[in-house]
C-alpha cells in the first residue's frame, strides 16, 4: 500500500517550491510524483504535424521526489506524515502520524 496516491492534497516541504500545496496528478513508478502547479519547467518543443502539434516553449509540471512532499493535513493544517494501521475487519487504512486519525474513510 503506498502512503502517498493520486488525487491526495500535499504539501511540498524541500526545494524551490517549498511550502506550496497541490494534488497529485501522477505517481511515476521510481518513487517520483507529479503535484499540479508544482516544480513547473520550460519544455522546448519541436513542431509534429502528423500529431496537430504546434511547436514552442510549453510549460508543464515536472516530478518531484515522493520524500519531498507531506500529505496535507485538514486537522492541523500542515503536511504530516503518514503510517499505515489494519483496522479490526482486516483493511489497511492510512492514518497520520501526528493524531492517528484515519485519511482513507
Known amino acids: 500500500m503506498r502512503k502517498i496516491r ?4 500535499v504539501v511540498v516541504l524541500a526545494g524551490k517550491d517549498k511550502g506550496k500545496r497541490g494534488k497529485i496528478i501522477r505517481v511515476l513508478t521510481n518513487d517520483r510524483v507529479v503535484v499540479e502547479n508544482v516544480n513547473i519547467v520550460k ?3 519541436r513542431p509534429n504535424p502528423q500529431r496537430g502539434q504546434a511547436g514552442g516553449i510549453v ?4 516530478s518531484v521526489h515522493v ?3 507531506a500529505l496535507f493535513n485538514p486537522v492541523s493544517g500542515k503536511g ?3 503510517g ?3 483496522l479490526e475487519d482486516g483493511r489497511k487504512v492510512r492514518v497520520f502520524k501526528s493524531n492517528g ?3 482513507d474513510v
Open 6 to 9: 493520486k488525487g491526495d492534497d
Open 43 to 45: 519544455r522546448h518543443t
Open 59 to 62: 510549460e508543464r509540471e515536472a
Open 67 to 69: 520524500s519531498n512532499v
Open 80 to 82: 504530516d506524515r503518514v
Open 84 to 86: 499505515i494501521r489494519t
Open 101 to 103: 486519525e484515519v485519511v
